[in-house]
Nanobody
Framework: QVQLVESGGGSVQPGGSLRLSCAGS??????????MGWFRQAPGKEREGVAAIHTDVGTTYVASSVKGRFTISQDNAKNTVYLQMNSLKPEDTAMYYCAAMVRGYCSTSSREFNYWGQGTQVTVSS
């Protein structure tokens, strides 16, 4: 069963922008997630935490590799989180995954995310 659903991936040129969206599936819509975040993984590389948001108060965390370019936000009315990606670089190319937890340590480095989406591909090339 799908836990989270991502959308918004695609192929763009360097310097371009994309906005990723994540929402609970029909199986998780009633869950009050404490923290939600975005991770990415490129072929041959380790999974990297990109951004996270403490959903109750809106505190955000962004990895140094994307700071100043990526922004995580939420829409409580729609129970949706977003990742706005600007000034994209080829090294941003990866499969991007949405993740969530109902309790635990909320940060980009946390290993306590236990709800996951299927991923959406982001490709940045000339």
């Amino acid at each position: 069963q799908v836990q989270l659903v991502e959308s918004g991936g695609g192929s763009v040129q360097p310097g371009g922008s994309l906005r990723l969206s994540c929402a609970g599936s029909e199986y998780t819509y009633s869950i009050n997630f404490y923290c939600m975040g975005w991770f990415r993984q490129a072929p041959g590389k380790e999974r990297e935490g990109v951004a996270a948001i403490h959903t109750d108060v809106g505190t955000t965390y962004v990895a140094s590799s994307v700071k100043g370019r990526f922004t995580i936000s939420q829409d409580n009315a729609k129970n949706t989180v977003y990742l706005q990606m600007n000034s994209l670089k080829p090294e941003d190319t990866a499969m991007y995954y949405c993740a969530a937890m109902v309790r635990g340590y909320c940060s980009t480095s946390s290993r306590e995310f236990n709800y996951w989406g299927q991923g959406t591909q982001v490709t940045v090339s000339s």
